[in-house]
């Protein structure tokens, strides 16, 4: 009778709250099929909670419930999952990330790649092998045949690693991508993709390249602009990347444009007042943001680590959920689902409910992580499970986030991890797939799988297997000839690329195609010729300049924006006149020709010694893959206000020192009269030659022509000498400075 009583008691909780001694749960959500549980309403560290427990703990829309495909033991700390192509699912898994607050161990070589297998087909894995063992903390995996490519965290290197013998472990690795240098950051702010795009190059974040695979290697395409966001990367049905930025609290960044062309953002690409705001089901008190960063009731108000991002393009979920953008916030426990809205050509993210999320838990160790869509045309989630979400920079001692971890004790939960499957009542998992040891030919129907999945997955796999027997069954799918779909008649085009067996006359064909999407690839494919000065293909991508689909305006803009042919000239400057009220059309001309001047950047260096350029280019690379995730990478700041703005910055671009001590130990509190919700991170882990890479890059890009170079002019660049000295200064220096302290440290230096 008392456990009765007891259990009656926990389920009329009605709020989720923390006190500062006690941890309430959740117990019941009329919109939702499931409560949380806590064994103690006493107990001030939150009960981890078993799978069973978890799933139930999910809030889902009506129809729609959670699938449990893997938990610990037979994974821990999982970060990425994919797929063969008969759906064994390889699983890494970062298991040294943040073990503690100080990050204890964090660097040890003991993360693995496990791989698991279904046997009996009942959609839950029942079979486990360690794939790959000794890793460090492994970050980005992808697929090819029977292969595996993996990057593990502080190199920018990639190998192949392959299972010959059929015991589920690997027995020969062999490199894919090899740099020879170690990637620069901290583990959060380093790599994470390796996504195969429509477009058959295969795209990561940061840093600046994109791959073609090529008989077993990775063959690298620099991007002048940069890459783009953090931690996930996905793309569309028609081949547009979606990038995050959580350093910089941007929940959606980098999908106007592929990279290639330029760098575009839009400040109302989601409504900051709208799309920000996030509501979770629990409180949150954990945030890196402190108080700034929560609500009254202790829930975080605004994203601060969005990830793992995804499209959805499965086929056995409700069709009104294909196309939408799927992003996590671990540290909410949701997922953010979003409509994507063309306005114009101009892409926007809005969210698909009122005032709460696609997802959310009362599960308080519930940290997803990265998003899919399967084989069987179902949701994935990846789901950490465990108490610290935060890299160890982000949890010193001292700091508002490592308060709250000490006292609720939450950083001993860790070695934990679930993958779920999101799925519907009305719908029934789909068929495991069966594309290795196939012929091309077999694998051609699959191009137009109404899942998503299956199309990427037959394309790559065929263009893998390069066999030109199939090219004449491609053109006649690409033509529509034995196609059902447009998506279908779209990758056969793709394919024929990757095969490099793409003709103009599968272009000029595909050009007048019904469908706008395939009218855009087709112009998009044409840049084949378009770079080879072919003047017919030029003149008859012109003639669809009044094409009413603003998709294809844009893609004639971006293929033909760089020509230097005078009838391709004549093309863009046209479109420019038409669409002078057209945002994006106006937009993507600015952002091509920045990134033409990137192509050149060295012209703007010629007043400098060469010791001064590789200083201001070497920070060049830095600051895109670092700093501009907050402060953009124009200098100018981000729409979420997530920290100042560089340019005209006058406290970094005065006073070099100022700007070395800043960027050493740090910043924190007001920043002329306005508060930001993060602390300026030190830096001084890093050697003089970087620091003073990226405050001579800083000096040189965001300040005035008066500051650069000349006789009387002060000069943007900063010694390593500078950084050692002022090292030598401030070595016992531990806290970072605020504004007050630099200007009177300046003064008194000064007097």
């Given at each position: 009778m008392k456990n009765t009583y007891s259990l009656l008691i926990l389920f009329a909780i009605s709020a989720i709250f923390y006190s500062s001694n006690t941890y309430f749960s959740l117990s019941e959500n009329k919109e939702a099929?499931?409560?949380?549980?806590?064994?103690?309403?006493?107990?001030?560290?939150?009960t981890p909670l078993t799978p069973e427990q978890s799933r139930l703990a999910f809030r889902v829309p009506a129809g729609y419930h959670m699938e449990l495909v893997a938990s610990e033991p037979m994974i821990a700390e999982p970060v990425a999952i994919a797929?063969?192509?008969?759906?064994?699912?390889?699983?890494?898994?970062?298991?040294?990330?943040?073990?503690?607050?100080?990050?204890?161990?964090?660097?040890?070589?003991?993360?693995?790649?496990?791989?698991?297998?279904?046997?009996?087909?009942?959609?839950?894995?029942?079979?486990?092998?360690?794939?790959?063992?000794?890793?460090?903390?492994?970050?980005?995996?992808?697929?090819?045949?029977?292969?595996?490519?993996?990057?593990?965290?502080?190199?920018?290197?990639?190998?192949?690693?392959?299972?010959?013998?059929?015991?589920?472990?690997?027995?020969?690795?062999?490199?894919?991508?090899?740099?020879?240098?170690?990637?620069?950051?901290?583990?959060?702010?380093?790599?994470?993709?390796?996504?195969?795009?429509?477009?058959?190059?295969?795209?990561?974040?940061?840093?600046?390249?994109?791959?073609?695979?090529?008989?077993?290697?990775?063959?690298?395409?620099?991007?002048?602009?940069?890459?783009?966001?953090?931690?996930?990367?996905?793309?569309?049905?028609?081949?547009?990347?979606?990038?995050?930025?959580?350093?910089?609290?941007?929940?959606?960044?980098?999908?106007?444009?592929?990279?290639?062309?330029?760098?575009?953002?839009?400040?109302?690409?989601?409504?900051?007042?709208?799309?920000?705001?996030?509501?979770?089901?629990?409180?949150?008190?954990?945030?890196?943001?402190?108080?700034?960063?929560?609500?009254?009731?202790?829930?975080?108000?605004?994203?601060?680590?969005?990830?793992?991002?995804?499209?959805?393009?499965?086929?056995?979920?409700?069709?009104?959920?294909?196309?939408?953008?799927?992003?996590?916030?671990?540290?909410?426990?949701?997922?953010?689902?979003?409509?994507?809205?063309?306005?114009?050509?101009?892409?926007?993210?809005?969210?698909?409910?009122?005032?709460?999320?696609?997802?959310?838990?009362?599960?308080?160790?519930?940290?997803?992580?990265?998003?899919?869509?399967?084989?069987?045309?179902?949701?994935?989630?990846?789901?950490?499970?465990?108490?610290?979400?935060?890299?160890?920079?982000?949890?010193?001692?001292?700091?508002?986030?490592?308060?709250?971890?000490?006292?609720?004790?939450?950083?001993?939960?860790?070695?934990?991890?679930?993958?779920?499957?999101?799925?519907?009542?009305?719908?029934?998992?789909?068929?495991?797939?069966?594309?290795?040891?196939?012929?091309?030919?077999?694998?051609?129907?699959?191009?137009?799988?109404?899942?998503?999945?299956?199309?990427?997955?037959?394309?790559?796999?065929?263009?893998?297997?390069?066999?030109?027997?199939?090219?004449?069954?491609?053109?006649?799918?690409?033509?529509?000839?034995?196609?059902?779909?447009?998506?279908?008649?779209?990758?056969?085009?793709?394919?024929?690329?990757?095969?490099?067996?793409?003709?103009?006359?599968t272009i000029y064909a595909a050009l007048k195609d019904t469908d706008p999407q395939v009218r855009k690839a087709a112009i998009w494919i044409s840049e084949i010729f378009l770079k080879q000065n072919d003047q017919t293909m030029i003149s008859t991508i012109g003639k669809m300049i009044n094409d009413e689909n603003y998709d294809i305006k844009t893609q004639i803009l971006l293929s033909l924006g760089s020509n230097k042919s005078e009838l391709a000239k004549q093309i863009v400057q046209e479109i420019m006149t038409q669409n002078t009220n057209n945002q994006m059309i106006t937009s993507v001309k600015k952002s091509i020709d920045k990134n033409e001047d990137a192509k050149i950047y060295g012209i703007k260096l010629a007043g400098f010694t060469a010791p001064e350029r590789k200083l201001i280019l070497a920070g060049g690379e830095i600051y895109k893959s670092l700093c501009s995730a907050c402060h953009g990478a124009d200098g100018k700041g981000l729409p979420t206000n997530a920290a100042p703005a560089l340019r005209g910055a006058k406290h970094i671009n005065a006073d070099k020192d100022i700007a070395i001590r800043i960027l050493m130990n740090g910043l924190k509190g007001p920043i002329e009269g306005k508060t930001y919700p993060s602390v300026m991170l030190a830096m001084n882990d890093n050697s003089d030659e970087w620091i003073a890479s990226i405050v001579s890059y800083i000096r040189y890009e965001f300040v005035g022509t008066s500051m650069r170079v000349g006789k009387g002019r002060q000069s943007a660049v900063v010694q390593v000498s500078d950084v050692k000295k002022i090292r030598e200064q401030h070595v016992g220096k531990t806290e970072p400075w605020t504004i007050e302290e630099l200007d009177q440290l300046s003064t008194a230096i000064n007097q």
């Open positions: 099929r499931i409560y949380s549980f806590s064994d103690s309403l006493h107990s001030r560290t939150p797929w063969d192509g008969n759906a064994r699912m390889y699983v890494a898994q970062m298991e040294t990330y943040t073990q503690d607050a100080d990050g204890t161990g964090t660097k040890e070589k003991k993360s693995r790649v496990m791989l698991l297998e279904d046997t009996d087909n009942d959609g839950k894995m029942d079979k486990s092998t360690v794939f790959i063992k000794d890793l460090l903390l492994p970050r980005m995996i992808l697929c090819v045949n029977h292969e595996l490519l993996v990057n593990e965290t502080d190199t920018y290197d990639i190998y192949s690693y392959k299972d010959t013998n059929g015991d589920g472990v690997a027995d020969i690795k062999k490199p894919a991508y090899i740099l020879g240098k170690v990637a620069g950051g901290n583990l959060e702010h380093q790599r994470s993709g390796l996504d195969w795009n429509l477009d058959n190059y295969i795209y990561q974040t940061y840093d600046a390249v994109r791959f073609r695979y090529t008989k077993g290697v990775l063959k690298a395409d620099s991007m002048p602009s940069g890459s783009n966001g953090q931690w996930g990367l996905t793309h569309d049905n028609y081949g547009r990347l979606f990038f995050s930025r959580a350093g910089g609290e941007n929940a959606g960044s980098g999908f106007q444009i592929n990279p290639k062309y330029g760098a575009l953002e839009f400040s109302d690409a989601y409504s900051e007042e709208k799309f920000s705001p996030v509501y979770p089901i629990i409180s949150t008190p954990d945030v890196q943001g402190g108080k700034p960063r929560l609500n009254p009731d202790s829930t975080l108000n605004h994203f601060t680590a969005a990830n793992g991002q995804s499209i959805f393009r499965g086929d056995r979920l409700p069709s009104d959920l294909v196309g939408d953008y799927l992003v996590n916030e671990p540290v909410a426990r949701i997922i953010r689902r979003a409509k994507v809205i063309n306005n114009q050509g101009k892409t926007q993210l809005e969210n698909a409910y009122d005032k709460k999320e696609f997802i959310a838990s009362s599960d308080f160790y519930f940290r997803p992580n990265n998003t899919y869509t399967g084989p069987d045309g179902c949701l994935y989630i990846v789901d950490m499970s465990r108490g610290i979400i935060q890299e160890s920079n982000w949890t010193p001692k001292g700091s508002f986030l490592r308060g709250k971890i000490d006292y609720y004790g939450i950083g001993k939960v860790n070695q934990r991890g679930r993958i779920w499957r999101l799925v519907h009542d009305d719908f029934k998992r789909g068929p495991q797939p069966k594309m290795l040891d196939v012929s091309a030919k077999s694998l051609l129907a699959y191009l137009d799988h109404p899942n998503g999945w299956w199309r990427d997955n037959a394309q790559k796999q065929i263009i893998i297997l390069d066999d030109k027997s199939v090219v004449p069954a491609l053109k006649a799918m690409a033509s529509g000839i034995n196609s059902k779909s447009a998506l279908g008649r779209l990758h056969a085009l793709w394919t024929l690329e990757g095969l490099n067996a793409i003709d103009k006359p």
